[in-house]
């Protein structure tokens, strides 16, 4: 993989599936992401069981964060992720339809980040008690930057304490990940 040096980012990435056997795809990725050499510093969450957020009938979900360290830059790390997703059989779907995985770019460093395909931090990420809860497993805290481009600390065990759970998300902690 290419990349110039550049400083290390905390990166922050959602996980989810809920087609096939969601615990290997996750054991392959995890396994793909430690043996970058650009990836350092690698931390899984626990792994939960999610009703899904979305209004197409499906299967529930199993749902995890992992925290790293890259010097990859944006660009390098998001090709990385569609690729690694495209091989462990990731295909073009509806949104919110079920899946084998899918990778979500929560948080890259500090970074604020709006293109047509890719917001950072992610969307919805306040909204979602499937990422809330896993990323509060890893950290207490995190910092990013707000539309004016300050960095604002957000305590992440009081948003959980506020949560309004709009879509009735169930979320049960299942287990870690060895490796």
């Not at 690698?42 to 010097?71: G, H, M, R, W």
């Not at 990731?90 to 460093?109: E, Q, S, T």
Request: aromatic residues 8%; glycine residues 6%.
């Amino acid at each position: 993989m290419p990349g110039g040096y550049m400083e290390k980012q905390l990166v922050y990435l959602g996980l989810g599936g809920n087609i096939g056997d969601p615990i290997e795809t996750f054991k392959k990725v995890f396994e793909q992401l430690s043996t970058q050499p650009q990836i350092t510093d690698l931390e899984i969450s626990p792994l939960y069981l999610t009703t899904p957020v979305s209004d197409i009938p499906q299967d529930d979900f199993i749902n995890a964060v992992c925290s790293l360290k890259t010097t990859l830059n944006l660009e390098e790390f998001k090709d990385f992720l569609f690729s690694l997703e495209t091989t462990m059989g990731k295909r073009p779907k509806k949104k919110n339809a079920p899946r084998i995985i899918d990778i979500d770019i929560l948080f890259f460093g500090t970074k604020r980040v709006v293109l047509q395909d890719l917001h950072i931090p992610h969307l919805r990420w306040q909204e979602r008690l499937f990422v809330l809860k896993p990323l509060s497993d890893l950290t207490d805290h995190i910092a990013v930057e707000d539309a004016g481009g300050c960095i604002k600390n957000i305590d992440l065990n009081e948003m959980l304490n506020h949560f309004t759970n709009r879509h009735q998300e169930v979320v049960k902690k299942l287990e870690r990940i060895e490796r």
